[in-house]
């Protein structure tokens, strides 16, 4: 078996990229997602890689990113959820006493995924210092498990309070609801406890974590079943994998019980694969930006080091609290800008773009399938900077008198010209991947002008000379690999990961008394990781471990996250542990206390496994620029059609240099150098762009 291949599913495309490990070849493809039923565009992928040579019988791995979860979230989808918890206990709805706009007069609470009519009660109570108070009461949850069933739940929830630093009320009580169900015609009962998912104080963000974890299963239990039964009539033996939102990948098996840890798993692959790119190129600041069909994501990694939050709210916003829950995710945000985004005129006379998408299905006026709602696409067919014939190397057909139909009402209510209207929306959604950039960096403390920025999608590499010129970056890098189908490669570099974090608040005022219970409690966590990894038929000696703890001042609420030494620590280490918080706070925050207490709050445990990475290597591309000049086409650049050179990426000499403005069109995406910008190609195939004044 010597084929890898990654599978990524985004809104409008389904990509997959296949590398055979002994001889080197590589295979892509892309094909539209078939949402609802996202299994068939997945398999449509598998058929076309097929006719190419790459059959599944042949795979050792198979990786996938997927967006079932986040998708079944967003658009309220989810199963029928029942919820068993502490008598008394209300926290979903009473949820946090904060509001992100306290002048927001029209302010909601988020509505709970689960209803008190599927919330059940029972007596039981562990303390803060772990000990039982009260005995769980063994027949109330039985009684529960068959009333919430016959109130017809597909999918069970269980959080009590303080199982975080206890669990084993929750754990008995799953025990008992599974037998319960069983008894009941259930064969395989649906059911999750909070500290299966997360061992951090908070009972709102950890029972919330649990209650999405059950809304999402059925769904998600569904699909990948789908998926495995079309693999194995395919003749896959291998290993099937699944992205995971904290970067790395887990086996289907482990996945299907708690699917919210892949809550953002796609998206990530390719901040990973811009980390591994960069390992290569020796950039150790970068910033990496996915330009896809739906929405446009970023992530920053300084000295190639990604930030890790154990907290992340879905459809937050500033003018909603969101849902939080409790898994480890990249530090990646996101805005509804993408090539498929509709672009509109809101009440004000203001031209938007997004978050409204057209999808794969019907797609952009564009595309000739029917859509007729103007989209950034549209807006760059129109202006000239698209191909206005074909895209995806020929594959699509493209009709510019369909763009500029659509583009037509837009210009008439703006009472502009089409292609003034369609330049406009392209400034808005350059803009507003700028404040995306600025999100990742000057809000946290980094200066932008400092980092290289990758960028790939499918118009990824079409926004990012505009944002360099915006925010003074010094230099873009746009993968060899193809940057349509980037996600997809990146996931080949995924290391097999698990992750624990344990909530045990420990006062550092002198170092020499915190250090049995700190190393007890890492000890603690590696030894469950490393089970974890044995039940998976890997070797935990070659399990690499990380560690990190989560401090604050005393008195604070949040927490920042701090790499921690590997080994026993001694007084040395935590010293250089608290040097790191302040310095850290400082820069987050804009101050540091160093005289005020601090706290560990939580122990976070990584172990990784690493896996071969996809190769690197260096290619020598022969032929001359003419043989790579496709043609010279007028392009409107706000003010005046300018005739512009349009290159085919492929075909490209490894001496070119190349001075803009010009557009560069590879198979799955479009490249634009920006007036005054130098493109060359290094030794690896990437295409890097430099300002040339």
Known sequence: MTWRIGVDIGGAFTDLYASNVE????????????????????????EELESRGVFLKEASQVIHGQTVVINTIITRNGGNVGFITTSGYDILDIQRANRRDVFNFKYRKPTPFVTRYMTEWVKERIDSDKNIYKQLDEQAV???????????????????????????????????????LREHGVTTPLVTISSDLSREWREYERFNTAVLNAYVHPIFVNYLEKLEIALKERGFKGIFYLTLASGGMATSDYVKKFPIITVEGGPISGFMGGIMLSEVLQENNIMVIDGGSTTTKAGLAKNLTPQVNTEYWIEQDDWHAGYPTRVPVLNINEIGTGGTS???????????????????????????????????????????????????GGKLRIHKDLAEKAFADIAKQLNIGVKEAAYGAIVVANENSSNLIRQISMRRGFDPREFTLIAHGGSGPMMAPFIVEDLGIPQIIIPSVQSGVFNAWGMLGLDIKHQLVQTNTISVEEPENILEVINSTFYDLEGKIKAAFRSENIDPDKVEILRYVDMKYEGQAHT????????????????????????????????????????????????????????????????????????????????????MSIYKREQLPSSVTLTGPCIIESDTSTIIVTKDYVATLNEYGDLVIKGGK
């Open 142 to 180: 039985k009684l529960a498990a068959i009333t919430l069933l016959e109130k017809g739940a597909d999918a069970i929830a269980i959080g009590f309070i303080n199982s975080y630093i206890n669990p084993i009320h929750e754990i008995k009580a799953k025990g008992i609801v599974e037998q319960a």
């Open 560 to 643: 920042v996250k701090i790499p921690c030494p590997s080994g026993r620590l001694g007084v040395e280490e935590v010293e250089g542990i608290l040097k790191a918080f302040h310095d850290a706070h400082k820069r987050e925050y804009g101050f540091s206390l160093s005289d005020s207490t601090v706290e560990i709050v939580n122990c976070d445990t990584t172990g990784l496994y690493k896996v071969d990475r996809p190769k690197i290597e260096k290619q020598i591309n022969h032929g001359s620029l003419q043989d790579a000049l496709l043609e010279k086409r007028l392009v409107f650049n706000g003010s005046e059609n300018i005739l």
């Open 23 to 46: 001889t080197g070849k590589i295979e892509w493809v892309k094909v539209e997602s078939s949402p609802p039923n996202f299994e068939e565009g997945v398999i449509r992928g598998f």
């Open 342 to 392: 509709i672009v509109w005129v809101d009440e004000a006379g203001n031209l938007q773009v997004g978050p409204e998408a057209t999808g794969s299905r019907p797609g952009p006026a564009c595309y000739g399938m029917g859509g007729h709602e103007p989209t950034l696409t549209d807006a760059y067919v129109v202006t000239g900077y698209l191909n206005p014939n074909y895209l995806l």
